[in-house]
T-cell receptor
Framework: DVKVTQSSRYLVKRTGEKVFLECVQD?????MFWYRQDPGLGLRLIYF???????EKGDIPEGYSVSREKKERFSLILESASTNQTSMYLC????????????FGSGTRLTVV | GNSVTQMEGPVTLSEEAFLTINCTYT??????LFWYVQYPGEGLQLLLK???ADDKGSNKGFEATYRKETTSFHLEKGSVQVSDSAVYFC???????????WGAGTKLIIKP
């Protein structure tokens, strides 16, 4: 089975800190995604990547950046964490093509204090 | 544009009841359709999918049929269990881009 691993399940950071959320997949998927999930707001796409060193903005990229130096790893960076970035962060990966869904990690619940 | 509409929740049922969660879509073309499930505190898991009209996806007693004429992909289960309590997401994917387009999610609560 494809596995997507997010480095932390729970994280508490201070306002203004630079925060790194790591995501690794082990099945050679081309595409990787970062979402945040908040009550009542559903899933919102932050960034995605369709190849190494490639990145595309999603719906809510402000305050975030990403890095994909290797195919298996996609990092989400909060440049200067703020309390409104407290959320559940979900990483996903997929093969390219219409027939393939996403495989998700277990999520990182980030609290910014 | 392309979109997915799900019935609003929460949906509350008793154990062994019949479940239907409605999902309709708008798409320019022929998407693939997916149902995902999210248990409390977890990421999303693919539940089932269908990639062309009249296909039926099934898994763990859940079923959904891709109905092109009604642009629907309703999720059904004949007899729900307390362990089915979760949030269910319907989604579509077009061949024109990489992304899944998501419904808002429907929370299902099963009471013993």
């Amino acid at each position: 089975d494809v596995k997507v691993t997010q480095s932390s399940r729970y994280l508490v950071k201070r306002t203004g800190e630079k925060v790194f959320l790591e995501c690794v997949q082990d099945m050679d998927h081309e595409n990787m995604f970062w979402y945040r999930q908040d009550p009542g707001l559903g899933l919102r796409l932050i960034y995605f990547s369709y190849d190494v060193k490639m990145k595309e903005k999603g719906d809510i990229p402000e305050g975030y950046s990403v890095s994909r130096e290797k195919k298996e790893r996609f990092s989400l960076i909060l440049e200067s964490a703020s309390t409104n970035q407290t959320s559940m962060y979900l990483c996903a990966s997929s093969l390219e093509g219409i027939f393939y869904g996403y495989t998700f990690g277990s999520g990182t619940r980030l609290t910014v204090v | 544009g392309n979109s997915v509409t799900q019935m609003e929740g929460p949906v509350t049922l008793s154990e062994e009841a019949f479940l239907t969660i409605n999902c309709t879509y708008t798409a320019t073309g022929y998407p693939s359709l997916f149902w995902y499930v999210q248990y409390p505190g977890e990421g999303l898991q693919l539940l089932l999918k269908a990639t062309k009209a009249d296909d039926k996806g099934s898994n763990k007693g859940f079923e959904a049929t891709y109905r092109k004429e009604t642009t629907s992909f309703h999720l059904e289960k004949g007899s729900v269990q307390v362990s089915d309590s979760a949030v269910y997401f319907c989604a579509l994917k077009m061949d024109s881009n990489y992304q899944l387009i998501w419904g808002a999610g429907t929370k299902l609560i099963i009471k013993p």
